[in-house]
């Protein structure tokens, strides 16, 4: 069956370096995977998408790549700050069926 | 002011009673979804519509109900049927079904008492 997973629930690191968040997936050949990010109590906020033929996409200081062999997206914030403490959603999506999400993983920055 | 809007935000209700949340959109999207999300959940599909009077059951429909009459509206109903209604529900759009990003709207967070 097909399968989604981030790399934990919970991810604390310190304030002006790099989280890493991972998403892997099995049994599933998505045409585009996308990450949001969720502050508690609200809906999710759409950040980035990337396409099966991209590599890495990057916006202000997000970078997601996508590994279509290794079935992997690793989704990273550089300089981080306390400011980015949310959820982070990704989601894969086959083109003409819904959206599947995983579970997130949240990240907390201390100061 | 565009957006997706989802009322109320708290909703209260006893054990046994149907109850409809809202969702309206105005930015012309054509198609809009409804999910569950439990506590350390992800989101779970409800329903979805990829056009005005359709739409498509998704992973957990039992004890829900939609419909789809007009563009901006995808009103969601939550019948005694569903044996475990307590949840945060999310409503979403996107300009058209599959590879678009969506867009959520705050959410109702239901409480069945």
Redo the contacts between chains.
Sequence with gaps: SQK?EQNS?ALNIQEGKTATLTCNYTNYSP??L?WYRQDP??????LL?IRENEKEKRKERLKVTFDTTLKQSLFHITASQPADSATY?CAL???????V????TRLSVIA | DGGITQSPKYLFRKEGQNVTLSCEQNLNHDAMYWYRQDPGQGLRLIYYSQIVNDFQKGDIAEGYSVSREKKESFPLTVTSAQKNPTAFYLCASSIRHGGDTQYFGPGTRLTVL
């Design positions: 989604i629930e045409a585009y996308q109590g609200r809906g999710p906020v759409f998408l959603l999506d086959s083109r003409n069926t819904p959206l999400f995983g579970k997130g």
